[in-house]
Nanobody, 121 residues
């Protein structure tokens, strides 16, 4: 069984920073692409940032220059450093990963449970 567990959400004032972490645990052979998504009330879930196993990154236009995604392949962990947070960044943030559980097995998609980020004065 594989589990993704996020941490690091919370309440922050506009202009502030937060760092989200997501640890993958369980029966893991290898991890492919990882990413962060967010869903604000009344809106669809959207991609915030993604990172490949070779650490190539991709960002939504709305967060470019403010957010940084990274990963530690030894610790099976990904991070999202969020700087200069704004009220429009308020959402539940979900981590995502494509994980292979054994040699020759398929890459299956997994999601974390979500962590709330609220930006408000």
């Amino acid at each position: 069984q594989v589990q993704l567990v996020e941490s690091g959400g919370g309440l922050v004032q506009p202009g502030g920073s937060l760092r989200l972490s997501c640890v993958a645990s369980g029966s893991i052979f290898s991890i492919g692409d990882m990413g962060w998504y967010r869903q604000a009330p009344g809106k669809q879930r959207e991609l915030v940032a993604s990172i490949t196993g070779a650490k190539f990154t991709n960002y939504a236009d709305s967060v470019k220059g403010r957010f940084t995604i990274s990963r530690d392949n030894v610790k099976n962990t990904q991070y999202l450093q969020m700087n200069n947070l704004q009220p429009e960044d308020t959402a539940v943030y979900y981590c995502n990963a494509f994980i292979r559980r054994g040699v020759g097995s398929s890459l299956d998609e997994y999601w974390g449970q979500g962590t709330q980020v609220t930006v408000s004065s």
